[in-house]
């Protein structure tokens, strides 16, 4: 039989979902980066963010809490449309 017709391998469709393929590592180290982990406690009332905050702490508690892990992550896209709002080349 011939392959042409099926469809493309999960690969090669490129995903719209902005969180796809993205670690929650990789989150979390973006919101500390781009808040900080004084205005990330403040944003998102949790612990690990306000008592010595540290990236593995934040994925310990993060990976075992699924409301706090829905938090950060909307968070995450409120950031990247803060982000595509300032920058001048998001204007295309």
């Known amino acids: 039989m011939s392959s042409?017709?099926?469809p493309?391998?999960?690969?090669a469709i490129k995903s719209k979902d902005p969180l796809h393929g993205l670690t929650l590592e990789a989150i979390v180290t973006a919101l500390a980066d781009y808040f900080g982990w004084d205005e990330l406690g403040q944003r998102i009332e949790i612990r690990c963010f306000q008592l010595d905050?540290?990236?593995a702490s934040s994925l310990k508690?993060?990976?075992k809490t699924p409301w706090a892990r829905a938090k950060v992550e909307s968070l995450y896209l409120f950031m990247l449309r803060e982000q595509a709002r300032q920058s001048p080349s998001a204007s295309r």
């Open 53 to 55: 905050p540290s990236v």
């Open 4 to 6: 042409s017709n099926t």
């Open 8 to 11: 493309a391998s999960p690969a």
């Open 61 to 63: 508690f993060l990976r």
